[in-house]
Protein backbone atom coordinates (compact mmCIF):
# COMPACT_ATOMS: atom_id res chain seq x y z
CA UNK A 1 0.00 0.00 0.00
CA UNK A 2 2.46 2.28 0.89
CA UNK A 3 4.50 1.69 -2.30
CA UNK A 4 1.07 2.26 -4.19
CA UNK A 5 1.03 5.85 -2.35
CA UNK A 6 4.57 6.65 -3.26
CA UNK A 7 4.25 6.17 -6.93
CA UNK A 8 0.77 8.14 -6.95
CA UNK A 9 2.46 11.34 -5.59
CA UNK A 10 5.24 10.88 -8.34
CA UNK A 11 3.33 11.00 -10.83
CA UNK A 12 1.40 13.94 -9.37
CA UNK A 13 4.57 15.60 -9.04
CA UNK A 14 5.68 14.89 -12.61
CA UNK A 15 2.09 16.32 -14.00
CA UNK A 16 2.54 19.45 -12.41
CA UNK A 17 6.17 19.90 -13.58
CA UNK A 18 5.22 18.74 -17.08
CA UNK A 19 1.96 21.63 -16.64
CA UNK A 20 3.99 23.75 -15.25
CA UNK A 21 6.76 24.08 -18.11
CA UNK A 22 3.68 24.17 -21.38
CA UNK A 23 4.54 20.60 -21.94
CA UNK A 24 0.83 19.85 -22.04
CA UNK A 25 -0.61 23.12 -24.06
CA UNK A 26 -1.09 20.88 -27.49
CA UNK A 27 -3.62 19.65 -25.25
CA UNK A 28 -5.17 22.42 -24.38
CA UNK A 29 -3.85 23.05 -20.77
CA UNK A 30 -2.09 25.82 -20.13
CA UNK A 31 -0.13 27.16 -17.39
CA UNK A 32 -0.99 30.79 -17.90
CA UNK A 33 -4.79 30.18 -18.24
CA UNK A 34 -6.74 33.52 -19.17
CA UNK A 35 -5.24 36.26 -16.97
CA UNK A 36 -3.19 39.16 -18.03
CA UNK A 37 -0.87 40.37 -19.68
CA UNK A 38 -1.36 37.26 -21.54
CA UNK A 39 -4.92 38.22 -22.94
CA UNK A 40 -3.69 41.22 -23.94
CA UNK A 41 -0.99 40.07 -25.91
CA UNK A 42 -3.26 38.41 -27.53
CA UNK A 43 -5.29 41.26 -28.95
CA UNK A 44 -5.30 42.50 -32.49
CA UNK A 45 -3.68 45.74 -31.02
CA UNK A 46 -3.86 46.22 -27.70
CA UNK A 47 -1.63 49.32 -27.82
CA UNK A 48 -5.15 51.33 -29.08
CA UNK A 49 -6.80 49.96 -25.56
CA UNK A 50 -7.12 53.32 -23.39
CA UNK A 51 -8.63 53.29 -19.72
CA UNK A 52 -10.53 56.87 -19.49
CA UNK A 53 -10.96 58.65 -15.89
CA UNK A 54 -14.70 58.75 -15.18
CA UNK A 55 -14.85 62.27 -15.55
CA UNK A 56 -13.42 61.87 -20.02
CA UNK A 57 -15.72 59.29 -20.18
CA UNK A 58 -18.76 60.82 -19.17
CA UNK A 59 -18.06 63.86 -21.33
CA UNK A 60 -17.07 61.60 -24.14
CA UNK A 61 -20.52 59.25 -23.66
CA UNK A 62 -22.01 63.39 -23.57
CA UNK A 63 -20.28 64.15 -26.62
CA UNK A 64 -21.59 61.51 -28.47
CA UNK A 65 -25.37 61.36 -27.35
CA UNK A 66 -27.70 63.20 -29.62
CA UNK A 67 -27.46 67.04 -28.68
CA UNK A 68 -30.67 69.59 -28.80
CA UNK A 69 -29.33 73.59 -30.57
CA UNK A 70 -31.86 76.31 -31.53
CA UNK A 71 -31.79 79.32 -33.44
CA UNK A 72 -33.54 83.11 -32.19
CA UNK A 73 -36.05 84.21 -31.30
CA UNK A 74 -37.84 85.85 -33.91
CA UNK A 75 -40.65 87.75 -34.77
CA UNK A 76 -43.70 86.49 -36.80
CA UNK A 77 -42.13 89.06 -39.62
CA UNK A 78 -38.78 87.21 -39.22
CA UNK A 79 -39.96 83.68 -39.03
CA UNK A 80 -40.57 83.08 -42.75
CA UNK A 81 -37.20 83.97 -44.19
CA UNK A 82 -35.47 82.25 -41.33
CA UNK A 83 -37.25 79.30 -42.38
CA UNK A 84 -36.57 79.88 -45.96
CA UNK A 85 -32.82 80.19 -45.22
CA UNK A 86 -33.22 76.62 -43.16
CA UNK A 87 -34.59 75.17 -46.03
CA UNK A 88 -31.74 75.23 -47.93
CA UNK A 89 -29.40 74.73 -45.50
CA UNK A 90 -30.25 71.55 -43.42
CA UNK A 91 -31.80 68.61 -43.98
CA UNK A 92 -36.06 68.37 -44.41
CA UNK A 93 -37.51 67.56 -41.12
CA UNK A 94 -34.23 67.83 -39.12
CA UNK A 95 -35.57 71.03 -37.41
CA UNK A 96 -39.18 72.59 -36.33
CA UNK A 97 -40.29 76.31 -35.55
CA UNK A 98 -41.10 76.05 -31.53
CA UNK A 99 -43.69 79.02 -30.94
CA UNK A 100 -44.07 80.85 -27.06
CA UNK A 101 -46.52 83.30 -26.15
CA UNK A 102 -45.48 86.66 -24.47
CA UNK A 103 -48.11 88.03 -22.29
CA UNK A 104 -48.93 91.95 -22.66
CA UNK A 105 -49.19 94.64 -20.67
CA UNK A 106 -51.47 96.21 -18.96
CA UNK A 107 -51.52 99.35 -15.54
CA UNK A 108 -54.19 101.19 -13.81
CA UNK A 109 -53.13 104.56 -14.65
CA UNK A 110 -53.58 108.02 -13.38
CA UNK A 111 -52.30 111.19 -14.77
CA UNK A 112 -50.90 112.74 -16.88
CA UNK A 113 -50.34 115.58 -14.58
CA UNK A 114 -49.48 119.19 -15.64
CA UNK A 115 -46.67 119.86 -13.03
CA UNK A 116 -44.50 117.61 -9.83
CA UNK A 117 -46.67 120.11 -7.71
CA UNK A 118 -49.76 117.99 -8.97
CA UNK A 119 -48.35 114.62 -9.49
CA UNK A 120 -46.91 115.45 -5.83
CA UNK A 121 -50.60 115.76 -4.31
CA UNK A 122 -51.88 113.50 -6.00
CA UNK A 123 -49.10 110.66 -4.26
CA UNK A 124 -50.06 112.29 -1.01
CA UNK A 125 -53.46 111.43 -1.43
CA UNK A 126 -53.04 107.83 -2.42
CA UNK A 127 -50.66 108.05 0.56
CA UNK A 128 -53.70 108.59 2.85
CA UNK A 129 -55.79 105.90 1.56
CA UNK A 130 -52.97 103.54 1.86
CA UNK A 131 -52.80 102.09 -1.74
CA UNK A 132 -50.29 101.41 -3.33
CA UNK A 133 -48.55 103.15 -6.34
CA UNK A 134 -44.93 103.60 -8.23
CA UNK A 135 -44.31 106.77 -10.66
CA UNK A 136 -44.22 105.90 -14.17
CA UNK A 137 -40.95 107.06 -15.67
CA UNK A 138 -39.86 105.03 -18.46
CA UNK A 139 -42.91 106.26 -21.03
CA UNK A 140 -42.89 109.48 -21.97
CA UNK A 141 -46.33 109.59 -23.25
CA UNK A 142 -47.79 109.13 -19.79
CA UNK A 143 -45.19 110.87 -17.33
CA UNK A 144 -45.57 112.34 -15.02
CA UNK A 145 -47.97 109.75 -13.72
CA UNK A 146 -48.72 107.15 -11.59
CA UNK A 147 -48.79 103.61 -11.85
CA UNK A 148 -51.50 101.53 -9.38
CA UNK A 149 -50.62 98.46 -10.60
CA UNK A 150 -49.25 96.61 -13.82
CA UNK A 151 -51.26 93.06 -14.92
CA UNK A 152 -50.50 90.51 -17.91
CA UNK A 153 -54.26 90.84 -19.04
CA UNK A 154 -56.88 93.58 -19.54
CA UNK A 155 -59.28 90.97 -17.09
CA UNK A 156 -56.77 91.54 -14.12
CA UNK A 157 -56.84 95.11 -14.88
CA UNK A 158 -60.64 96.03 -14.72
CA UNK A 159 -60.97 93.88 -11.42
CA UNK A 160 -58.11 96.46 -9.99
CA UNK A 161 -59.80 98.95 -11.14
CA UNK A 162 -63.24 98.27 -9.90
CA UNK A 163 -61.86 97.49 -6.56
CA UNK A 164 -59.92 100.92 -6.60
CA UNK A 165 -63.45 102.44 -7.09
CA UNK A 166 -64.94 100.82 -4.59
CA UNK A 167 -62.57 102.88 -2.35
CA UNK A 168 -63.41 106.02 -3.65
CA UNK A 169 -60.78 106.23 -6.46
CA UNK A 170 -62.38 107.51 -9.70
CA UNK A 171 -59.72 109.40 -11.90
CA UNK A 172 -58.08 106.03 -12.61
CA UNK A 173 -58.10 104.02 -16.05
CA UNK A 174 -57.05 101.92 -17.66
CA UNK A 175 -53.70 101.86 -20.13
CA UNK A 176 -52.00 99.19 -22.43
CA UNK A 177 -48.39 99.25 -22.59
CA UNK A 178 -47.23 96.25 -24.67
CA UNK A 179 -49.94 93.69 -26.54
CA UNK A 180 -49.33 90.32 -26.35
CA UNK A 181 -46.77 89.03 -28.89
CA UNK A 182 -45.39 85.90 -29.79
CA UNK A 183 -41.88 84.61 -30.66
CA UNK A 184 -40.46 81.15 -32.63
CA UNK A 185 -37.43 79.17 -32.32
CA UNK A 186 -35.48 77.24 -34.74
CA UNK A 187 -35.25 73.82 -32.71
CA UNK A 188 -33.15 70.94 -34.04
CA UNK A 189 -33.89 68.30 -31.30
CA UNK A 190 -32.01 65.20 -31.97
CA UNK A 191 -28.60 66.76 -33.71
CA UNK A 192 -25.63 63.89 -33.67
CA UNK A 193 -22.12 65.03 -33.89
CA UNK A 194 -21.90 65.90 -37.60
CA UNK A 195 -25.31 68.02 -37.70
CA UNK A 196 -24.07 69.74 -34.61
CA UNK A 197 -20.86 71.09 -36.16
CA UNK A 198 -23.29 72.20 -39.07
CA UNK A 199 -25.10 74.04 -36.90
CA UNK A 200 -22.22 75.87 -34.89
CA UNK A 201 -20.92 76.99 -38.17
CA UNK A 202 -24.26 77.88 -39.88
CA UNK A 203 -25.74 81.42 -38.93
CA UNK A 204 -29.25 82.84 -40.87
CA UNK A 205 -27.19 85.49 -42.81
CA UNK A 206 -30.71 87.41 -43.17
CA UNK A 207 -31.12 88.09 -39.56
CA UNK A 208 -27.68 87.34 -37.96
CA UNK A 209 -29.03 84.41 -35.19
CA UNK A 210 -26.94 81.34 -35.04
CA UNK A 211 -27.52 78.00 -33.41
CA UNK A 212 -26.85 77.90 -29.69
CA UNK A 213 -27.52 74.84 -26.89
CA UNK A 214 -31.33 75.28 -26.00
CA UNK A 215 -32.04 76.80 -23.07
CA UNK A 216 -34.39 74.56 -21.40
CA UNK A 217 -37.32 75.06 -19.14
CA UNK A 218 -38.85 73.42 -16.44
CA UNK A 219 -41.28 71.26 -18.57
CA UNK A 220 -39.78 72.34 -21.62
Not at 18 to 25: D, K
Not at 40 to 61: G, T
Not at 110 to 119: F, I, K, N, T
Not at 191 to 200: S, T
Amino acid sequence: MLRVLIALLLLANLGYFAWAQGWLEPIGLRAGGDREPERLQRQVRPEAVRVLPPAAASRAAAAAAPACFEAGPFTDAELGAAQAALQLALPAGSWAAVRTELPGSWIVYMGRYASREALTKKEDELRRRQLPFDEVRDNAALAPGLSLGRFDTPGAANQALERLAQVGVHTARIVELAPPTGRSRLRVDQADAALAARLMALRVDALGKGFVACERTPGG
